[in-house]
């Protein structure tokens, strides 16, 4: 069973790599900013209505707003790092860069959850590398810092 990291991992990283930044950013915005849906829909030319359909994909894949708001803040730096492969080339139609097939954009992030779930997977697992290594170093500088006290 997946945790709620992964799977919100998981979720922007499918955005990520589909060349859908912004959700990732208006995801962001919401949870840690405290935008409205109806800022963040203006800004990134969504409706209010997939702006809450985003946010309700993650807080149920979380249990909780709070720890919505916690995941959200720690992975997004890493998962805005991501380049995308998969790129627009036409009215409604995109290419992947890994395979080479032309799609049409709306199905893109299926098509990298369904042919690219390796590279998923790997992100996913670099990703939590990352965080554990930056908690710990965290910790550390904590614990140095309480023993100076």
Not at 46 to 72: C, D, F, M, N, P
Not at 88 to 100: A, Q, T, Y
Not at 102 to 122: G, Q
């Amino acid at each position: 069973m997946r945790t709620a990291i992964e799977s919100v991992l998981e979720y922007l990283l499918a955005k990520a790599l589909a060349g859908k930044s912004d959700v990732v950013k208006a995801l962001y915005e919401y949870f840690v900013e405290g935008k409205s849906p109806s800022t963040l829909a203006a800004k990134y030319g969504l409706s209010k209505h997939q702006v809450r359909g985003y946010v309700q994909r993650i807080t149920e894949k979380t249990g909780s707003i709070a720890k919505a708001r916690a995941i959200i803040k720690y992975v997004t730096p890493y998962v805005l790092k991501v380049k995308p492969i998969i790129k627009p080339v036409g009215e409604g139609i995109s290419r992947c860069l890994v395979c080479g097939e032309e799609m049409l954009t709306p199905v893109a992030e299926d098509h990298v959850r369904k042919y690219h779930s390796a590279i998923l997977a790997e992100y996913i697992d670099a990703i939590l590398d990352l965080l554990a290594r930056e908690f710990e170093r965290r910790r550390a500088a904590r614990v140095a810092s309480e023993g100076k006290a």
